[in-house]
């Protein structure tokens, strides 16, 4: 069954550093996201990406933070600075048309120290 | 306001048993679509099932189903013979409108435990 798969599952980084998460959409999804859980909390949405570009974005997706597909396979989400808190479960989901079913990746946990 | 509400935030059901988790939402929009997924320990979030604002039926997907009732804008979830592995975070989300591929609005989550 295709899936979502997201890379690194865990990424630690030190205050100030850039980080870049990587997600692999299924291959005939045409929207990507991503989102975030702080620990103990709901999930958050951060942006939306259709034909290439941002569709819509949240107020947590400020300057630090953008999105690319580098290549047609993945996409990325790039905190340039990172700040302690940035430290949370970060989610990439693809979907197609239709019902607009989102599949969720396994996530990448960002520890910021 | 909360667009999505949980009131539970935990809740246990004795295996074998039917639970039902709760779920309200608020949208002035007459397109939308409800979503219930669940999130075990491990923390990935696995689609359970959905539900369309002009579908005519409660949606069933094996041993879930959503009693989605349109006027009083709930879409709970029901699942039959509880097993332990049903153990984890429940979260009911909404799609508002058109274009598809607006975001989603999750709720708070329900943890439900089942006890053997």
């Known amino acids: 069954e295709p899936e979502v798969t997201q890379t690194p599952s865990h990424q630690v980084t030190q205050m100030g550093q850039e980080v870049i998460l990587r997600c692999v959409p299924i291959?005939?999804?045409?929207?990507f996201y991503w989102y975030r859980q702080i620990l103990g909390q709901k999930v958050e949405f951060l942006v939306s990406f259709y034909n290439n570009e941002i569709s819509e974005k949240s107020e947590i997706f400020d300057d630090q933070f953008s999105v690319e597909r580098p290549d047609g396979s993945n996409f990325t989400l790039k905190i340039r600075s990172t700040k302690l808190e940035d430290s949370a479960m970060y989610f990439c989901a693809s979907s197609g048309t239709g019902k607009n079913i989102q599949y969720f990746g396994a996530g990448t946990r960002l520890s910021v120290l | 306001a909360q667009k999505i509400t949980q009131t539970q935030p935990g809740m246990f059901v004795q295996e074998k048993e039917a639970v039902t988790l709760d779920c309200t939402y608020d949208t002035s929009d007459p397109s939308y679509g409800l979503f219930w997924y669940k999130q075990p320990s491990s923390g990935e979030m696995i689609f359970l099932i959905y539900?369309?604002?002009?579908?005519?039926q409660n949606a069933t997907e094996g041993r879930y189903s959503l009693n989605f009732q349109k006027a009083r804008k709930s879409a709970n979830l029901v699942i039959s013979a509880s097993q332990l592995g049903d153990s984890a975070m429940y979260f009911c989300?909404?799609?508002?409108?058109?274009?598809?591929?607006?975001?989603?609005?999750f709720g708070p989550g329900t943890r439900l435990s089942v006890l053997p």
């Open positions: 989300a909404m799609r508002e409108g058109f274009p598809y591929g607006q975001n989603f609005v």
């Open positions: 291959s005939n999804h045409l929207y």
């Open positions: 539900q369309g604002s002009y579908d005519q």
